[in-house]
């Protein structure tokens, strides 16, 4: 006998059907990223490498400001002149016109050059590691965006998928073999697989966003076709040469050695000497003035510079102390990383394998009335639990690739810089 309530579940199946058509059915447009490889090739215009280039070009110039040498000074003295007496008037001026220079004694200035220099090359390692930082961002935001992209096809196929195990379920409840709560069943999970298909589509155009504003693309990313999170990373090998940080934590300390000396060098007496020309008016005569002055060291003698920079230094190598600590054990524990997430990506993709069978299997046996909806319910979750998890093992291994990159002093999926 014909049930009252089998009309109900199939005006609502219907109306999944219409949203996942139209959800399926997607934009018309696309807008393809271009390959990773080629946005690399931009990533020196990122605004952190642009800020780092400066900053280099500014020490740079500070390297060519320290060579100059001090300008002389020029100076103009009339004594005796414009008073009483004998000196009413300009009869008995004595007038003086002087040049003093800046000796630069002590190595004032071969200290004050070797400063500079050695914040130019800081500076200049400093954007070397900017820039390998760019593309590792730059790496990342690609694979979580193509990530996204895999999410948001595979809830279409969920979606599809429930959809389907949804109407096979009415089906047997319409020919009186399955209960009518099977039919409500399967009209709930469809619900929930077309949210979860909303989310994946929110997650997405906000990775493509992100990409967009990484890459500084003038048009808005809606699409990735050239994959990155396939490609198989170079062979991880354990260096002992320095990090990049461990480079730049050495230029800093080397920085703050040669500000030692120039501290030291400056509380030294500054010397000057001076010549110039003196006209005696009132016997119509001229003289040579020659003369050297010096500062006493009585009061200020530079100490407190002294020690600042003094500490500055031991900060400095305690920084380069702990990042040699980390270097060797950060790079070994990389490497361990992009192993493991090599492993969990065949892993994975054999999980995808048999869970896909196993579907196969068991919607067949659904179809034939021998396997229960709910054992096609937990096959249909495994696979797509197991077809996430082959996203995010391919996801965790762009992320090792990219944090093994960094301690190599090199680009993600590149050679060695």
């Not at 090739?41 to 390297?63: F, H, I, Y």
């Amino acid at each position: 006998m014909p049930s009252p309530y089998r009309r109900p579940p199939r005006l609502a199946a219907g109306g999944v059907m219409v949203a996942v058509a139209t959800a399926l059915a997607g934009p018309v447009w696309a807008d393809p990223a271009p390959a990773f490889e080629i946005l690399l090739r931009q990533v020196g215009a990122s605004p952190k490498t642009v800020e780092a280039d400066a900053l280099r070009d500014a020490a740079e110039a500070r390297v060519r400001q320290a060579r100059v040498r001090p300008n002389p000074t020029l100076a103009l003295d009339v004594e005796n002149a414009f008073g009483s007496g004998p000196f009413e008037g300009f009869g008995n001026a004595e007038t003086t016109l002087g040049v003093t220079q800046d000796l630069e004694l002590w190595g004032r200035r071969g200290a004050r050059v070797d400063a500079a220099r050695a914040e130019a090359r800081t500076a200049a390692l400093r954007r070397d590691l900017a820039v390998i930082d760019a593309a590792g961002r730059l790496a990342l935001v690609y694979a979580e965006a193509e990530a996204a992209e895999r999410r948001f096809d595979l809830a279409e196929e969920a979606l599809s998928v429930t959809v389907a195990d949804a109407r096979a379920a009415l089906t047997l409840v319409e020919e009186g073999r399955e209960p009518m709560v099977r039919a409500l069943q399967g009209e709930s999970e469809a619900a929930t697989a077309r949210a979860a298909l909303d989310e994946a589509g929110a997650e997405r155009e906000a990775a493509f966003a992100r990409l967009t504003a990484a890459a500084m693309l003038p048009t808005p990313v809606t699409s990735i076709e050239a994959s990155l999170i396939d490609q198989v990373p170079p062979v991880a090998l354990v260096s002992d040469s320095a990090t990049p940080v461990v480079r730049v934590a050495e230029a800093e300390r080397d920085a703050a050695e040669r500000r030692i000396a120039v501290e030291r060098i400056q509380s030294r007496p500054d010397v000057s000497a001076s010549v110039g020309v003196r006209r005696y008016e009132a016997e119509d005569a001229t003289a040579l003035t020659l003369g050297l002055s010096l500062p006493l060291p009585l009061f200020d003698r530079n100490r407190g510079n002294i020690d600042a920079a003094q500490a500055e230094l031991r900060a400095a190598e305690a920084r380069l102390m702990g990042a040699r600590q980390a270097a060797q054990a950060d790079r070994n524990a990389a490497v361990a990383r992009l192993n493991a997430s090599a492993s969990r990506v065949k892993a994975a993709d054999a999980g995808v394998t048999a869970a896909q069978e196993a579907y196969r299997l068991s919607r067949i046996g659904f179809d034939a009335g021998r396997i229960s909806q709910l054992e096609l319910r937990v096959s249909r979750a495994a696979l797509i639990s197991s077809r996430n998890a082959a996203v995010d093992a391919r996801l965790a291994r762009v992320r090792a690739e990219i944090d093994l990159a960094r301690l190599q002093g090199r680009a993600p999926f590149g050679a060695v810089q």
